[in-house]
């Protein structure tokens, strides 16, 4: 039988792992967290209470689905399921993943990489400080623990999580101070029209939801700074459209520009990636089967963020591609890649009505914070674009913008637009920067640590089953 | 001293006692590190290449903003690591980090 390997369990990979067992594989499964679903259909630990309608709103039927129907899977061990767990490093047909009991190699004839997204960030003068978090963070420990990251919260970026937060922070008694998003507003009625002609539900839902925030909701704001002393953060410095300066006091600070594809993996696994000027971001190449090389296919946010139904529907079509492939399968792809198109006109629609604020980026102050990690200066990277000749790569071994412990998950795209500003060139010609093994951190005593359980990972069908 | 974070929900879990640097403190069971830490504390580490402190970022993993070390040395990533009773949990190094034997 051939083994497939799936990285990543949320929508993507629960729906590509489905596909594959109904066609009688028995796909392995790793997946970083300690129970599937991916980060929008998160699930808090065991013994929360809060039922799914609070947790995950309008999308609550759609999480409990895949919840029940990948648990099933893994009850019924129709697949070998991996929580907790980490990939490391890629290499031709083996995984090194790194889980709570030590490191082990999977073997695998084909890769199904659904790795996800993060935050796409835009750096903001004193985004260093304690108390200023991710979206997605705010919207995790709110889901994932019930708790909100501050007393008094000011949303700040663009995109649709920006007025989704607001409205579950809202709801679940948190006090947001106000919403800023540099998106002007009149770049959101025209692309608005296009998002709702690809999916006049989803956008009349946004739409509803933005009413409901009211004045507290401001558009075209551009973020000057965030002040603070040793306690954290304590006011974020803002203009409005006119110009006009506004400082809103608060003691956390959260803030995302839609999402950025985690590509680390791809990059590993072989994949060759373009710029994509819609989404503001390298992407890696896929055919119409989500084939980015031989037995190698990619879906879910991590190849291109879509969003939650678009990644069920490539996770289908990833498997679906496998299956041709080992001519298991012969159903028409056409109908998930009808549907995909529908996801991808709505996403880019949406990327240009909420666009990354490459303005704001390229005229921060010298002293600005980019590389978080290392706390790398905007003046730092300037003084040595030139030397580096506004390469990505070499700026980063000059600077180590891009260096430091995230792998650049968090500051590549605005090291890229500064670099581009400095030289005269666009963000796309600065270069992508290359991954490294371990695709994250890991410590020395978790590696040298072999699993135990390695030789037993590769599913035996069930006798039943043939 | 009062915390970063508020509770909103899922108030009633069995409480599970730790120690963040020496000091005794009360986490809730299903709490990840970060969440029992911040609860009480305003950051959880101080920055290696800046003066100001640390509390994490992306709360999914991804960042590396919230790794804080055990008191027999081992490195914890707070955001990802489940709260167990009785940790005893260190903003600062001890000796060398990872050095457990
Ligand atoms: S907060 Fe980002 S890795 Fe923990």
């Known amino acids: ?466 | 001293m009062s915390g970063r974070l508020v509770r909103l929900a899922e108030k009633a879990r069995p409480p599970l006692p730790f120690e963040f640097d020496g000091e005794a403190l009360t986490g809730l069971e299903g709490d990840t590190v970060l969440t029992a830490i911040l609860l009480s504390k305003g950051s959880l580490r101080q920055a290696e290449f800046g003066p100001e402190r640390r509390a994490g970022f992306c709360l999914m993993g991804a960042c590396q903003d919230c790794w804080i070390w055990q008191d027999d040395g081992a490195r914890v990533q707070a955001c990802a690591t489940p709260l167990v009773s009785g940790m005893r949990l260190r903003s600062e190094p001890v000796g060398w980090p990872g050095d457990e034997s």
């Open chain 1, 1 to 466: 039988m051939s083994r497939v390997l799936i990285i990543g369990a949320g929508p993507a990979g629960i729906c590509a792992a489905q596909a594959l067992v109904a066609a009688g594989l028995s796909p392995v499964v790793v997946d970083s967290a300690a129970r599937a679903g991916g980060q929008i259909y998160r699930r808090p630990p065991e013994g929360f209470t809060r039922p799914a309608t609070t947790l995950y709103g309008s999308e609550a039927e759609k999480a409990r689905r895949l919840h029940r129907d990948f648990d099933a899977l893994v009850a019924q061990k129709k697949i070998a399921y991996l929580p907790s767990s980490t990939v490391m490093a890629l290499g031709p047909g083996a995984a090194e993943v790194v889980g709570p009991e030590g490191r082990c190699t999977l073997k695998f004839d084909r890769l199904i990489l659904a790795s996800g997204a993060t935050d796409r960030l835009a750096p903001v003068p004193g985004w260093e400080l304690p108390g200023t978090y991710s979206l997605g963070a705010a919207q995790i420990a709110l889901k994932a623990q019930g708790v909100a990251l501050g007393r008094k919260i000011v949303l700040a970026g663009s995109g649709p999580l920006l007025t989704l937060l607001a409205c579950q922070l809202r709801h679940a008694g948190a006090e947001v101070a106000a919403i800023l998003d540099t998106a002007p507003m009149s770049g959101q009625i025209r692309h608005g029209l296009a998002m709702a002609c690809a999916r006049p539900w989803v956008t009349l839902r946004g739409l509803r939801m933005r009413l409901s925030l009211g004045q507290s909701y401001h558009a075209a704001v551009s973020l000057e700074r965030i002040d603070g002393d040793s306690g954290g953060v304590r006011a974020l410095h803002w203009r409005d459209g006119r110009g006009r300066a506004h400082v809103t006091a608060c003691d956390m600070v959260a803030m995302g520009w839609h999402l950025r594809a985690d590509t680390i993996l791809a990059d590993l696994a072989g994949a060759s990636f373009e710029w994509s000027s819609d989404f503001a971001q390298w992407l890696p190449k896929r055919d119409a089967m989500l084939r980015a090389g031989q037995g190698i296919y990619l879906a879910g946010d991590g190849a291109r963020p879509l969003g939650a139904d678009g990644a069920e529907l490539s996770g289908r079509l990833a498997a679906l591609a496998c299956l041709h492939d080992l001519e298991l399968s012969q159903d028409d792809p056409a109908p998930l890649q009808r549907a995909l198109a529908r996801m991808e006109a709505f996403a880019t629609a949406m990327s240009r009505a909420f666009p990354w604020p490459a303005e704001q980026v390229r005229g921060l102050p010298d002293r600005a914070v980019i590389c978080r990690c290392e706390g790398i200066t905007a003046r730092a990277l300037r003084a040595l674009a030139r030397e580096a000749g506004g390469d990505a790569n070499r700026a980063k071994s000059l600077s180590r913008v891009g260096m430091g412990r995230c792998q650049g998950r968090y500051c590549q795209l605005a090291g890229a637009e500064i670099l581009a500003a400095t030289t005269g060139r666009s963000p796309a010609q600065t270069g992508r920067l290359r991954a490294q093994s371990p695709a994250r951190p890991v410590t020395v005593g978790q590696w040298l640590r072999r699993d135990p359980r390695q030789d037993h990972l590769t599913v035996e069908p069930d006798e039943d089953r043939r």
